[in-house]
């Protein structure tokens, strides 16, 4: 079946430092890929979107491209901020039904 | 963008009695809703997909007795666990979307937090 591996956090970055979060997915159809964020407290909120191979999605500073050789949809930022702490989702959808991973959980320290 | 309130936020019952959760599209109609079911550091596992005014289709190993959904309408879908055990705490979300295509976006609600003693 379906399925999303993204790397284990916590991941801890100072502030203005690069990220990238490593999502893989393993998919017997073109799904399409998201990242999903989960600020404490909250719902999942969509990060961003990519449909099809090599189209990149952007949102609030963060990219992701769709990468069908590699089948990956890494997630980076050149230069986070504290605000950006949370837990990172990468998923893909395949019909009406989303695959998550398990989450990365990102901190931010000044 | 669209927004899915889901309640309580949280709740703790007694072993045996059952919880009710909803879920509510606010300033949408949803064709479709999800629950999914969260451990800790572990993923969103899908539990079943709901259409409005039909029965829901329960993922593999849900116990579809157990795990009561109702999508009476299409702002709102309801999940009781019947009978809850400890090993029904646990972490339920709910999501909501527009329609079923590939590139519907799903709207997720934040989560209720069940844990029974």
């Known amino acids: 079946g379906d399925s999303v591996t993204q790397m284990e956090g916590p991941v801890t970055l100072s502030e203005e430092a690069f990220l990238t979060i490593n999502c893989t997915y393993t998919a017997t159809g073109y799904p399409s890929l998201f990242w999903y964020v989960q600020y404490p407290g909250e719902g999942l909120q969509l990060l961003l979107k990519?449909?099809?191979?090599?189209d990149k999605g952007s949102n609030k500073g963060f990219e992701a491209t769709y990468r069908k050789e590699t089948t990956s949809f890494h997630l980076e930022k050149g230069s986070v901020q504290v605000s950006d702490s949370a837990v990172y989702f990468c998923?893909?959808?395949?019909?009406?039904?989303?695959?998550f991973g398990t989450g990365t959980q990102l901190k931010v320290e000044l | 963008g669209a927004v899915v309130s889901q309640h309580p936020s949280w709740v703790i019952c007694k072993s045996g009695t059952s919880v009710k959760i909803e879920c509510r599209s606010l300033d949408f109609q949803a064709t479709t809703m999800f629950w999914y079911r969260q451990f800790p550091k572990q993923s969103l596992m899908l539990m079943a997909t709901s259409n409005e005014g039909s029965k829901a289709t329960y993922e593999q190993g849900v116990e579809k007795d157990k795990f009561l959904i109702n999508h009476a309408s299409l702002t709102l879908s309801t999940l009781t666990v019947t009978s809850a055990h400890p090993e029904d705490s646990s972490f339920y979300i709910c999501?909501?979307?527009?329609?079923?295509?590939?590139?519907?976006?799903?709207?997720f609600g934040q989560g209720t937090r069940l844990t029974v003693v």
């Open positions: 998923a893909l959808r395949w019909g009406n039904k989303l695959t």
């Open positions: 999501s909501a979307s527009k329609g079923g295509g590939q590139d519907t976006e799903a709207f």
């Open positions: 990519a449909t099809k191979a090599d």
